[in-house]
């Protein structure tokens, strides 16, 4: 299993970035991904998910402000962020969980600064 994101890095507040996240080593279209950030001093953070059914949700802190999309065909996950603040400045992660209970794999996260 590998999960790779990218697309991070420095934006200015109220800025745009979208994320990434490639998938191999399991079927894709069967995983329920996840996107989850962790900033410094804070626990990892659950922000957004997206089910095989493209059923969607997400955390009041992005709600509205950020959108998770997937692409069975490219086995990607991405996460378009608009409308960036200071606070959402972190390191996010990637994760697949295949089943109720499962133990979400993650990836090895990708950094975002959001500074003017």
């Known amino acids: 299993v590998q999960l790779v994101e990218s697309g991070g890095g420095l934006v200015q507040p109220g800025g745009s970035l979208r994320l990434s996240c490639a998938a191999s080593g399991f079927t894709f279209s069967r995983a329920t991904m996840k996107w989850a950030r962790q900033a410094p001093g804070k626990s990892r953070e659950l922000i957004a998910s997206i089910t095989g059914g493209y059923t969607t949700d997400y955390s009041d802190s992005v709600k509205g402000r950020f959108t998770i999309s997937r692409d069975n065909a490219k086995r990607t996950v991405m996460l378009q962020m608009d409308s960036l603040k200071p606070e959402d400045t972190a390191i996010y992660y990637c994760?697949?969980?295949?089943?109720?209970?499962?133990?979400?794999?993650w990836g090895q996260g990708t950094q975002v600064t959001v500074s003017s």
């Open positions: 994760a697949r969980v295949m089943y109720y209970g499962d133990d979400p794999y």
